[in-house]
């Protein structure tokens, strides 16, 4: 059974900066793309970043150029560079396959405030 642990938010300021990880337990994880993705309060879970096996990597549009996805598959991580954070960044953080496959892990609240 595949398990998803998720680490590395909090509460930042506009402008700043947060590194996500993501754990994968459970699964050939260096033969999997993997993507973070995210849901802000009254809105549907949406993919941020996608990463496949030779570290190739896509954007959605509101997060490319300040987000960065890479992993580390000796350690089976995937990490989520978070730069020029803007309050619509705010939510709850997850990893998964992509597309999804697993059951979601807990998630990492990141909260973008004055």
């Known amino acids: 059974q595949v398990q998803l642990v998720e680490s590395g938010g909090g509460l930042v300021q506009p402008g700043g900066s947060l590194r996500l990880s993501c754990t994968v337990s459970?699964?050939?994880?260096?033969?999997?793309?993997m993507g973070w993705y995210r849901q802000a309060p009254g809105k549907q879970r949406e993919l941020v970043a996608t990463i496949d096996s030779r570290s190739l990597s896509t954007y959605a549009d509101s997060v490319k150029g300040r987000f960065t996805i890479s992993r580390d598959n000796a350690k089976d991580t995937v990490y989520l560079q978070m730069n020029s954070l803007k309050l619509e960044d705010t939510g709850v953080y997850y990893c998964?396959?992509?597309?999804?496959?697993?059951?979601w892990g807990q998630g990492t609240q990141v909260t973008v405030s004055s």
């Open positions: 459970g699964s050939f994880f260096r033969f999997n793309v």
């Open positions: 998964n396959a992509h597309e999804p496959r697993w059951s």
